[in-house]
């Protein structure tokens, strides 16, 4: 049995110190889908989501949660499987504050403890049904790397680019970024992207490719919110892949399920496949409506409190 460690990453947009450092260094929110509200909106989904791997992945050794001076005010720090690891004890001084988390994510294995062995989430990302570690970690121990299949990827960007003439959104910038790196590198064009859910890694693997790419990577270090010269994660599991120290599996709508909170039909669709993973996507098309019809229906789901609460 090896040792696996969850890794969240963590925001209370509605705190008033936190405001107050983010419109300083790059303003109020605006609609733009790299600096809008939802980026930064707290609906409780992160309680919701430890009450997820609370139920159904106990297993889980040890959980970090990744945040700029801040701790939800519910969260039970005297549970010794719990603990906040603030931005400056991973990251450099001179790109912090930093509201960017693609950049926070080039920093994960620079947490102290953290097992070779390790899952990532957004605060948004839960699980759904019961999960065993070999569904994160094949026989061999290697990561199972899970993605959307998308075939014509890198045609589609091109066409979209240069017949059409329409540059890409900063989210498809970002991957584009990290998979002409790896083809640059390997020889390997990886047109697949994250399955936008729960994620496995090996600490030494990603610490190698962070190595690797250290250059490029640091170029983009203090980009204070999104940019479309950032580097997404995929980086990771593409360069995994590159190096057979990874397991490839595309996900479908029963596996993985991206849920758009705005979009209300998404939950007859979520009735309908019962996902294993899911994800309560906010974005600059959901408002406050939307966002309390989110914390109903997570409050409905999962209506007993974890082990992680006050």
Not at 256 to 273: A, G, L
Not at 295 to 306: A, N, R, V, Y
Request: one cysteine or more; hydrophobic letters at 35%.
């Amino acid at each position: 049995m090896i040792d696996i460690d969850l890794v969240y990453l963590y925001v209370d947009g509605s705190d008033e110190k936190w405001i107050a450092k983010r419109n300083q260094i790059i303003g109020e929110p605006s609609d733009a889908q790299a600096h809008c509200e939802g980026r930064y909106a707290d609906n409780d989904e992160l309680k919701y989501s430890l009450r997820s791997v609370d139920k159904y992945a106990p297993w889980i050794r040890r959980i970090f949660i990744v945040t700029d001076e801040q701790v939800p005010e519910w969260l039970n720090l005297s549970n010794p499987k719990v603990q906040i690891v603030d931005h400056t004890e991973i990251m450099p001084l001179n790109c912090l504050p930093c509201f960017n988390s693609v950049v926070i994510e080039h920093h994960l294995h620079n947490i102290p403890g953290l097992s070779e062995y390790f899952l990532y989430a957004n605060d948004d990302m839960l699980i759904n049904q019961p999960v065993t570690p070999d569904f994160f970690f094949a026989e061999d121990h290697l990561p199972i790397i899970r993605f959307n299949r998308r075939l014509f990827r890198k045609t589609t960007f091109w066409f979209r680019e240069n017949v059409l003439g329409k540059p890409l959104d900063v989210y498809n910038k970002t991957i584009q970024n990290a998979a002409n790196l790896i083809e640059n590198k390997y020889g390997i064009y990886y047109s697949g992207k994250a399955h936008h859910n729960i994620d496995a890694y090996l600490k030494s693997s990603f610490r190698h490719t962070r190595q690797l790419f250290d250059q490029e990577i640091k170029a983009t270090l203090c980009n204070r919110v999104r940019s479309s010269s950032d580097i997404q994660r995929n980086l990771y599991s593409y360069a995994a892949l590159a190096e057979n120290k990874g397991h490839l599996k595309y996900v479908s709508q029963r596996t993985s399920f991206r849920f758009h909170i705005d979009n209300r039909k998404h939950y007859k669709k979520f009735t309908k496949f019962k996902p294993i993973l899911f994800c309560m996507n906010d974005s600059q098309y959901a408002n406050d409506d939307d966002r309390k019809c989110a914390t109903d229906f997570l409050s409905h789901l999962f209506p007993d409190k974890s082990q992680f609460e006050k």
